[in-house]
T-cell receptor
Framework: AQSVSQHNHHVILSEAASLELGCNYS??????LFWYVQYPGQHLQLLLK??????LVKGIKGFEAEFIKSKFSFNLRKPSVQWSDTAEYFC??????????FGDGTTLTVKP | ETGVTQTPRHLVMGMTNKKSLKCEQH?????MYWYKQSAKKPLELMFV???????ENNSVPSRFSPECPNSSHLFLHLHTLQPEDSALYLC????????????????FGQGTRLTVV
């Protein structure tokens, strides 16, 4: 069965600090990878996605993620966070069979 | 707005009540999903419908009963719930998995915050 592991449950940073959130998955076949973000009081929305091609994908608001197939990882990065990035971040994996699995989520708090 | 609308946004119900959650999408998707989001727990996939047919039921108790009358609407009928069922229930839709060129990105509604008393 596929699974997704997010290593950090709660991350606290100051503004302008760099961010890296870890995500590892277990599945032997072809996967589509996603990062979703949920701002306080808002719906889950897509931050970025990877299907194929360049393993470094860029998303909205300056976020990027790198797919490293050999490590089964899809870590999310941002060079300089802002207070408005305070949110919960979910890594998700979809297989071609359509089964989607989410990680536990990481709560990011950015202190102004 | 994501194109996925859920009603009601908040619901408080007693354990003997029967209520329904509604989800509607206008994105032309053929797959719809119910998720449960509880505090300190990962997002749990409950049901998957693909072209109105249920394709996945993740061992959800029978007190939750989904209904998908067409590709745009999805319901979750609730009866005799328990306090531990209190959570945020999220609906999502996507292109059907497996369709050529589909990206299977999910679009989520804002959820229904359910409290069982």
């Amino acid at each position: 069965a596929q699974s997704v592991s997010q290593h950090n449950h709660h991350v606290i940073l100051s503004e302008a600090a760099s961010l890296e959130l870890g995500c590892n998955y277990s599945y032997g076949g072809t996967v589509n990878l996603f990062w979703y973000v949920q701002y306080p009081g808002q719906h889950l929305q897509l931050l970025l996605k990877y299907f194929s091609g360049d393993p470094l994908v860029k998303g909205i608001k300056g976020f990027e993620a790198e797919f490293i197939k050999s490590k089964f990882s899809f870590n999310l990065r941002k060079p300089s966070v802002q207070w408005s990035d305070t949110a919960e971040y979910f890594c998700a994996v979809n297989t071609n069979a359509g089964k989607s699995t989410f990680g536990d989520g990481t709560t990011l708090t950015v202190k102004p | 707005e994501t194109g996925v609308t859920q009603t009601p946004r908040h619901l408080v119900m007693g354990m003997t009540n029967k209520k329904s959650l509604k989800c509607e999408q206008h994105l032309g998707h053929n797959a719809m999903y119910w998720y449960k989001q509880s505090a300190k727990k990962p997002l749990e996939l409950m049901f998957v419908y693909n072209f109105k047919e249920q394709t996945e039921n993740n061992s959800v108790p029978s007190r939750f009963s989904p209904e998908c009358p067409n590709s745009s609407h999805l319901f979750l009928h609730l009866h005799t719930l328990q306090p531990e069922d209190s959570a945020l229930y999220l609906c999502a839709s996507s292109q059907s998995p497996g369709q050529e060129g589909s990206h299977t990105e999910a679009f989520f509604g804002q959820g229904t915050r359910l409290t069982v008393v």
